[in-house]
Every structure is written in structure tokens, then in C-alpha cells.
């Protein structure tokens, strides 16, 4: 079974971005709901799961930028900034090395897919829209979602809250 990991965002963004994507990406080819992906192909076995539950120990949620937009050429995303996303990613990007495959060893950009395949001169225009209205905005990374890759839409398999281990009290 083929896996996707994304990044879980605060529901406002997610709804922010959400919106966006209904309204721009084309319906028929919208089979799943906006995203950050993180890696695009893992298995789902014993190992990747316990990395997960790892990776999300002791990491508290966390403020992410956004900073602008990107051409995708046939599409639009929003870029997203952040040291400790990258950072998580290169954790878990170790420890996943063996399963690594080609486009996910490519150098991580974090990103959210608000229009894809449709032709240059609609993306271009929309491009142009948005950046044109566009404000720089904090979000809020709050977790991991795996997910079963299906040739077109998703399933949902399992979400990984970030967490915070409580300090210790002295007295």
C-alpha cells in the first residue's frame, strides 16, 4: 500500500485554503482536499508508523509563514516557510532514507496546491489575483496525516497530533 504524509494545519487555514482550492482547482480533477505534503510515497508498515508516533512526541504545535505564491506552470500554490517544518521533515526524511523515493529526495519546498491542470493562461491570470491581494499570514502546523493513496483520492488512515510532554515540577 502506497502512503502520503501531509502536514495537519489549524482548521482556519485549512478552510482558507480549502476555499480556494473549490473555487480554482478544476472539479473534476479535484479529488482531494488542500494540502501540505511532506512525502509522497511511504509504506505503511510497523516501522513508518512508529517514526511517526516518534516524530510527534514532544513536538508542540507550531507557527509556519506564508509567504507568498509559485507558478506550478498549469497551476498555483501558496509557499510556506518555516525552520521547524524543515526540520521535522529532515528528521523524518532520515529516518524514512530507505523507502526515499526519487521526487521525495528532491529539496523539500513547502507548499499548499490551490489550482492544478488547467492551462498556462489560467494559472498565470489567477497567479496574478492572487498575489495582487495578496498578505503575508502566520498558520499553524498541528500535527501529521497519513493517508492511503487510491490513484485519485485518499483515504484517510491516521493523524498524529503534535504533543507537548509536560515539563517536569520541581519544587
Request: hydrophobic share 45%; net charge negative.
Amino acid at each position: 500500500m502506497s502512503c502520503i504524509l501531509t502536514l495537519r494545519l489549524n482548521p482556519e487555514a485549512q478552510e482558507f485554503f480549502e476555499a480556494l482550492r473549490q473555487r480554482h482547482f478544476p472539479p473534476e480533477r479535484n479529488r482531494i482536499a488542500a494540502h501540505l505534503t511532506l512525502f509522497h510515497q511511504l509504506p505503511e508498515n510497523e516501522f513508518v508508523l512508529a517514526e511517526l508516533a516518534t516524530a510527534v512526541q514532544g513536538e508542540s504545535a507550531f507557527q509556519l509563514e506564508v509567504t507568498g505564491l509559485r507558478s506550478l506552470g498549469r497551476g498555483v500554490a501558496y509557499t510556506v516557510a518555516g525552520q521547524r517544518l524543515m526540520d521535522v521533515h529532515r528528521r523524518l526524511a532520515e529516518a524514512f532514507d530507505p523507502y526515499l523515493i526519487a521526487q521525495d529526495r528532491q529539496r523539500f519546498l513547502p507548499h499548499i496546491v490551490v489550482q492544478n491542470k488547467v492551462t498556462g493562461e489560467q494559472a498565470r491570470g489567477l497567479l496574478t489575483q492572487l498575489q495582487n491581494a495578496f498578505t503575508p499570514m502566520t498558520i499553524e502546523a498541528q500535527g501529521l496525516e497519513l493517508w492511503e493513496y487510491l490513484g485519485g483520492p485518499w483515504k484517510h488512515l491516521r493523524t498524529f497530533d503534535f504533543s507537548v510532554l509536560a515539563p517536569e515540577m520541581s519544587e
